[in-house]
């Protein structure tokens, strides 16, 4: 990544000026002993020169070795430097998406610096939506509707997080959670439709506190699909990466969240597969979804 390019760049420098300085200081040194050793030769006896002599190859090894000690432990702490300040970019990416406890989780399974790397998974996608956004947008006060959201949607990325779920994006109304990725999970559809019940309920209690106050309510649609996707960063490198996942599923969960009604969970027959009997469901008619050439059976979760 680009700002652990800097980080090398910058500890290359680091460990080429320690290096020089102590060059230069052990030269010196040397040049000093020597230069001592001459002034005194002229006037003292060859007994003693041949002390001196062998005072000034020892105090000259001794530096030696002392210098390069101080060389190797400065070029070992520069090296840890690195990987402590590569690890703590990669921390700060992980939790842009992620849970605190998940990025610790994927750090520590040493997957933190290969995060990213585009590979087929097992997903469960949520959509959601707030109805009737758009003509609420046009008559209120933008900077009121922006207050709003953002107070809104830290309430939803909360619960996502708190079900191990990853943000992998909120295009103004909407709102897109992963369940499943980066580290695989058996559970991840019941973390999807339990995070969209805890969305439903939040959202009804948000919608009480803002219709007193300002007689305006966020209704929720909900739309959950799982299937195969590629997961992974998407973006330019130097500009804007985000993690994400594309694929056929990406789309069915988009669709049933887009014929969800006010206050409802939808969620298509890979899910209802793979839930609990903990969820009240009720079995809906088939629908046709635009791309699809055969109808596509889907439930609602009642809660």
């Known amino acids: 990544m680009k700002n652990n390019s800097k980080i090398k760049q910058k500890n290359f420098l680091l460990r080429q000026y320690t290096f020089f300085s102590i060059l230069w200081f052990l030269i ?32 000259v090894s001794g530096l030696t070795v002392v210098y390069l000690i101080l060389f190797i432990i400065i070029f070992k702490a520069s090296r840890d430097l ?15 998406y992620f849970s605190p406890q998940v990025a610790e989780n994927i750090i520590s399974h040493g997957s933190g610096s290969e995060f990213g790397t585009p590979v087929h998974a097992d997903v469960t996608i949520l959509f959601m939506d707030i109805r009737g956004f758009t003509s609420q947008a046009e008559q209120d006060d933008p900077e009121l509707i922006f207050t709003l959201l953002n107070q809104f949607y830290g309430e939803m990325i909360e619960v996502i997080f708190q079900n191990y779920g990853v943000l992998d994006k909120i295009i103004g109304d909407s709102l897109m959670g992963l369940f499943g990725v980066p580290v695989p999970s058996d559970d991840k559809c019941n973390m999807a439709v339990k995070t969209a019940i805890s969305m439903q309920n939040i959202a009804k209690d948000f919608n009480v506190i803002m219709e007193n106050k300002i007689n305006k309510k966020f209704p929720i649609g909900i739309g959950v699909n799982r299937g195969i996707c590629m997961a992974g960063n998407l973006g330019s490198e130097g500009r804007k990466i985000e993690y994400t996942v594309i694929g056929d599923p990406v789309n069915t969960a988009a669709r049933l969240q887009g014929i969800a009604g006010p206050g409802e969970i939808i969620i298509s027959e890979d899910v209802k597969k793979d839930i609990s009997g903990q969820f009240n469901l009720v079995q809906l008619d088939d629908v046709m979804l635009k791309g699809k050439e055969k109808p596509t059976q889907i439930y609602r979760v009642n809660y």
């Open 28 to 59: 010196f040194s040397v040049v000093a002993v020597v230069f001592i050793k001459s002034e005194l030769e002229d006037h003292i006896t060859g007994e003693i020169q041949n002390i001196l002599t062998h005072i000034s190859i020892f105090i």
């Open 82 to 96: 690195i990987k402590l300040q590569s690890l703590e970019i990669v921390k700060n990416d992980l939790l842009r």
